[in-house]
C-alpha cells in the first residue's frame, strides 16, 4: 500500500543528506552566517560538537515574525522563484539547513536585526517549532545545536571520537576563512579559545595555519590578469616548484566564494605545472575562482559541495595558463638571485686552441654569448663530473649538468617543432637495429619524434636508418635502445608528443660522470639562464640548488 511519509520521517530522510556529523552542522550555519553579511564569526563546541554547536554572527539577523519560517523546509530568502536557480549567488539556497538540524537536533535560535531594541528566540526540534520570546541579544544571529542525533542513535554511534569531529570543524573552518579575510573567524572548544583569525586583507597567518608554516612559506602569489573574457576572475596562492605532496588533497578551490571539494581543475593543475613537478608529486594552493552567476550551477548536491560549470574548457585554460605563467616568472625571479650566469672573459692558453664554451662532441652544442660583463659569477669546478659549482659571491651554486643540458635541449626541440624546421638531414646515415618487441613501439612514435627533427626509416624487418636529427643535434650517433625503454614515462602536464620530446633531450646530453671543460661549463650555465623554466628539467627535477651564507654557518655551527 502506498501512503504519505509523515513530516517527521521526511524531515529525518533529508537531514539524512544533508547533516551527517558536526561538521555538517557547522558548514550549514557558517554559510548562513557569511551570507548574512557577518563581519564576525564566532564557532564553540562541546566535545568536538556531540555535545552542543554554537556559531554567532553579527550579521543582518532575522525578524522576530520570521523566526519559526527559518525552520520550514524550502523556506529561504535566497530565492524568489526557479528563475533564480540559473544565477545563485548566495552559499545558501535550497532552504533545507535548519530544518535539516532541528530533524536530528534541539535547536536554540535567537536573533536581532538591525534597528531593533530587543531580539527573539525559537526553538525546534523535530518538527515542533515553538512561538518567538523577546530577548536580550546583541545584533546578529546566535544558533546552538545540542543533543545531536538524539532521535537517531544509530547515526551518532558512526560518528568518531570527539578530538577526532573537533579535528574537521578545525580544518573545515579555517580553509572556509582563506575565501572571506575580511570576516574574523575564531573556535573554541570545551569554553577554551582554540584560534582567531582577524579580518584582514593580509592571509598569512591563515595559510600557515591551513597548510603549515614551511609549506606556506612556499607559497607564492598568483600572477592576476585582469583582461579575462566573459568577466572571469582568478587570484590565488599556489607552491613553489620542488614543494609538493602525494596527492591532490591540499589543492583548494574557491568558486564565487564556495568552497568547494570537486576535482574539476585537477588537469589544469597538472598542466599548469607541466614540467615544474616531478611525476607522482602534486602541488598544493588555494585558487580563487570568479564567475559570472549564470555560469555555475551549484544545486547539484544537498550539501552544496561541488558546482557544474557552463563553460569547464574557458575556466581551465584560465587556470592552465595562469598558473604556468606565474611559475614561469618565479623561475625566472628565482634564477637572478640565485646567481648572475654571465661568466668571466675566457681566454684560452697561448699556442692552445679552445672550443670557444660549445659543449663540442655532445648534443645541441651552443656557443656562449657574448661576454659584456665583468660582474660574473665565477664556475670554479665540476664536482664528481656531475655538477658544476659556481660562485656568486654571496652563495655557492651547484647545478646539475645533464638536467641544465636536458632543459635547454627540450626547450631547443619545442621551438624548433613550432617553426616546422627542426631537422639536420646526417650526410652519413647510420642503422640502427632493434629487438623485435621494440619495433611497435618506435613505430608509435615515430610521428612525434618527427615534429621534434628526428626522422628514421625502414631498412629491414627491425632495423631503422637514421637520416635526420634536430636542429642543432649534430652528428653524434643516437641509440634508440635506452630512449624506448624510456619513452612511456609520465611526465606530468605535457602531452604525448611533448614526453617524446622530454625523453629525446634526456637521451641526447651530457649526462652525470661526463668531464667538461671550463668553457663548457660556462656555456651550458650561459644558455641555461635563457630558458623558460630554467629552474626544472622537462621532468621536473630541479637544476640549480643555491646554498647562502646562512645554511653554510649553521654547518659549521656558527647559528
Known amino acids: 500500500m502506498i501512503r504519505l511519509l509523515d513530516a517527521t520521517t521526511v524531515g529525518q530522510i533529508a537531514a539524512g543528506e544533508v ?64 528563475q533564480d536557480l540559473e544565477c545563485v549567488a548566495t552559499l545558501g539556497f535550497r532552504g533545507e539547513g535548519l530544518a535539516s538540524i532541528a530533524a536530528v537536533a534541539r535547536v536554540r535560535l535567537t536573533s536581532r536585526i538591525v534597528g531593533s531594541n530587543v531580539g527573539a528566540m525559537v526553538e525546534a526540534f523535530s518538527g515542533e517549532i515553538s512561538a518567538p520570546e523577546p530577548v536580550a541579544a546583541p545584533q546578529g544571529t546566535r544558533v546552538v545545536v545540542r543533543e545531536l542525533f538524539t532521535n537517531v542513535p544509530v547515526r551518532r554511534e558512526y560518528l568518531r571520537s570527539p578530538a577526532a569531529e573537533f579535528a574537521r570543524v578545525s580544518t573545515f573552518l579555517a580553509t572556509l576563512s582563506l575565501g572571506y579575510p575580511r570576516v574574523t573567524f575564531s573556535l573554541a572548544h570545551d569554553g577554551r579559545n582554540t584560534w582567531i583569525f582577524p579580518g584582514s586583507d593580509a592571509i598569512e597567518q591563515r595559510l600557515a595555519h591551513v597548510f603549515g608554516p614551511l609549506p606556506a612559506r612556499a607559497l607564492i602569489a598568483l600572477e592576476r ?153 665565477r664556475v670554479l669546478a665540476q664536482l664528481d663530473d656531475t655538477y658544476i659549482l659556481a660562485l656568486d659571491g654571496d652563495a655557492l651554486v651547484l647545478v646539475d649538468q645533464h638536467a641544465a643540458h636536458e632543459r635547454i635541449a627540450y626547450e631547443a626541440i619545442a621551438k624548433r617543432a613550432q617553426d616546422l624546421s627542426p631537422s639536420e638531414p646526417l650526410l652519413v646515415p647510420y642503422a640502427v637495429e632493434l629487438e623485435p618487441g621494440d619495433v611497435p613501439r618506435f613505430e608509435a612514435l615515430r610521428e612525434a619524434l618527427a615534429e621534434a627533427g628526428f626522422a628514421a626509416e625502414p631498412f629491414g624487418e627491425s632495423t631503422y636508418r637514421i637520416i635526420a636529427t634536430p636542429a642543432g643535434y649534430g652528428a653524434r650517433p643516437f641509440d634508440l635502445r635506452p630512449f624506448l625503454a624510456d619513452a612511456g614515462d609520465e611526465i606530468a602536464g605535457l602531452s604525448p608528443r611533448e614526453r617524446v620530446w622530454a625523453t629525446l633531450a634526456c637521451h641526447s646530453v651530457v649526462r652525470a660522470g661526463d668531464r667538461l671543460e671550463f668553457a663548457e661549463m660556462s656555456a651550458l650555465l650561459a644558455r641555461l639562464a635563457l630558458c623558460e623554466n630554467p629552474m626544472h628539467c622537462p621532468h621536473g627535477r630541479p637544476t640549480i640548488v643555491r646554498i647562502g651564507a646562512d645554511e653554510v654557518a649553521r654547518m659549521f655551527k656558527r647559528t
Open 225 to 377: 590578469n585582469q583582461n579575462e573574457p566573459g568577466a572571469m576572475g582568478l587570484a590565488g596562492f599556489v607552491s613553489r616548484p620542488g614543494n609538493d605532496r602525494p596527492d591532490r588533497r591540499m589543492q583548494l578551490l574557491f568558486v564565487n566564494g564556495r568552497l568547494l571539494r570537486s576535482t574539476i581543475l585537477a588537469g589544469a593543475w597538472s598542466s599548469g605545472y607541466s614540467t615544474f613537478a616531478l611525476a607522482g608529486r602534486q602541488p598544493y594552493g588555494v585558487l580563487f575562482l570568479d564567475l559570472p552567476p549564470e555560469a555555475v550551477d551549484p544545486n547539484v548536491h544537498p550539501t552544496k559541495s561541488d558546482v557544474r560549470l557552463r563553460h569547464p574548457e574557458r575556466v581551465t585554460d584560465l587556470v592552465k595558463r595562469a598558473l604556468a605563467s606565474t611559475l614561469t616568472s618565479d623561475a625566472a625571479a628565482r634564477l637572478r638571485s640565485a646567481i648572475s650566469f654571465t661568466p668571466p672573459p675566457y681566454r684560452a692558453p697561448e699556442g692552445t686552441t679552445s672550443r670557444e664554451g660549445t659543449l663540442e662532441g655532445q648534443a645541441f652544442s651552443f656557443a656562449p654569448p657574448v661576454q659584456t660583463d665583468e660582474r660574473a659569477a
Open 19 to 82: 547533516v551527517e556529523r558536526p561538521l555538517s552542522v557547522v558548514k550549514e550555519l557558517v554559510e548562513n552566517a557569511l551570507d548574512a553579511g557577518a563581519s564576525r564569526v564566532a564557532v564553540a563546541l562541546g566535545r568536538g560538537g556531540l555535545d552542543s554547536i554554537e556559531v554567532t554572527d553579527d550579521g543582518a539577523g532575522i525578524p522576530p515574525g520570521e523566526l519559526g519560517l527559518a525552520f520550514a523546509r524550502h523556506a529561504t530568502s535566497k530565492l524568489s522563484g526557479a
